[in-house]
């Protein structure tokens, strides 16, 4: 049974940082892809970054240069380092895992598509 599980998330001020966390457990294939979305009140899904098993990483442009998505494989754990966060960043986040490690690029720029397995979500609230 693979399980992701988010946490983290926190409501912050305008420009401050957090770091999510999402611990992959049950997930054996050596070859993946792991990403973070983000889904507003109203909004669809936006994909903000991904990381292949040979930790490739592609960042839509809304969060280039300011978020940063590593794993640490060990701990069979995904992060996602966000600075300068802005009130438009406010939403619900969430990590999805996939075989194929080509397919998670794909979600993320196009926003079409869907991943193996996803978790339920941690918030994100940027106060201005």
């Known amino acids: 049974q693979v399980q992701l599980v988010e946490s983290g998330g926190a409501s912050v001020q305008a420009g401050g940082s957090l770091t999510l966390s999402c611990g992959v457990y049950g997930y054996s294939y050596s070859r993946y892809c792991v990403a973070w979305f983000r889904q507003a009140p109203g909004k669809e899904r936006e994909g903000v970054a991904t990381i292949d098993s040979d930790g490739t990483t592609t960042y839509a442009g809304s969060v280039k240069g300011r978020f940063t998505i590593s794993q640490d494989n060990p701990k069979n754990t995904l992060y996602l380092q966000m600075n300068g966060l802005k009130p438009e960043d406010t939403a619900m986040y969430f990590c999805?895992?996939?075989?194929?490690?080509?397919?998670?690029?794909?979600?993320?720029?196009?926003?079409?598509?869907?991943?193996?397995?996803r978790g339920q979500g941690t918030q994100v609230t940027v106060s201005s």
């Open positions: 999805a895992a996939h075989r194929n490690p080509f397919h998670c690029i794909h979600v993320v720029v196009t926003g079409r598509g869907e991943l193996d397995y």
